[in-house]
């Protein structure tokens, strides 16, 4: 077990929490697979994975929605900040920042150049940094972040059906 945590500890920060937020996300598919399968099986169709899908690539998209942190950004101390502004991103720039999530290879490149900034800060114009005290919260309204989640529940939703459409 020791081995375990001495490797989790050697990894940066950014990457401790990208595994907490993939491991949620597998755990959180797991359960939704098992509630699918005992309550709907009689229905179980394309619509069922479709539903599944876009519930997948929504957290995968929106995970950094509130105040720029995910649930893993949350418990290793880490935010999104706006390079513009130095306060806290705002929900679509949040949102966006995690489309090129898709383009993966090119985000691992450029984070083998860039360690502190991906494809998506570069875009968005945010980066990923220390949840600081003083960085200055943004009092959000909810249209704002309801705005952002619709536009990335669409685009999930539209994701997953190229994607079951080209057969995937």
């Given at each position: 077990m020791s081995l375990i945590k001495e490797t989790i500890d050697s990894l940066p920060n950014r990457f401790q929490s990208i595994l907490i937020d993939f491991i949620i996300l597998f755990?959180?598919?797991?359960?939704?697979?098992?509630?699918?399968?005992?309550?709907?099986?009689?229905?179980?169709?394309?619509?069922?994975?479709?539903?599944?899908?876009?519930?997948?690539?929504?957290?995968?998209?929106?995970?950094?929605?509130?105040?720029?942190?995910?649930?893993?950004?949350?418990?290793?101390?880490?935010?999104?900040i706006s390079t513009k502004t130095g306060k806290v991103a705002n929900p679509l720039q949040c949102v966006l920042r995690n489309v090129s999530f898709f383009l993966w290879p090119i985000e691992l490149l450029i984070l083998s150049w860039s360690p502190k900034r991906r494809l998506g800060d570069y875009i968005t114009a945010t980066k990923v940094d220390s949840d600081i005290v003083g960085i200055e919260l943004k009092s959000w309204g909810y249209f704002k972040v309801l705005i952002a989640f619709t536009f990335a529940l669409m685009l999930s939703y539209l994701s997953c059906k190229l994607l079951i459409q080209l057969g995937f």
């Open positions: 755990i959180v598919t797991i359960v939704l697979s098992i509630i699918d399968e005992i309550f709907f099986i009689s229905t179980y169709s394309e619509n069922s994975k479709a539903i599944l899908f876009t519930f997948q690539l929504l957290a995968l998209i929106g995970k950094d929605l509130l105040f720029g942190q995910s649930i893993g950004k949350y418990f290793i101390g880490l935010r999104i």
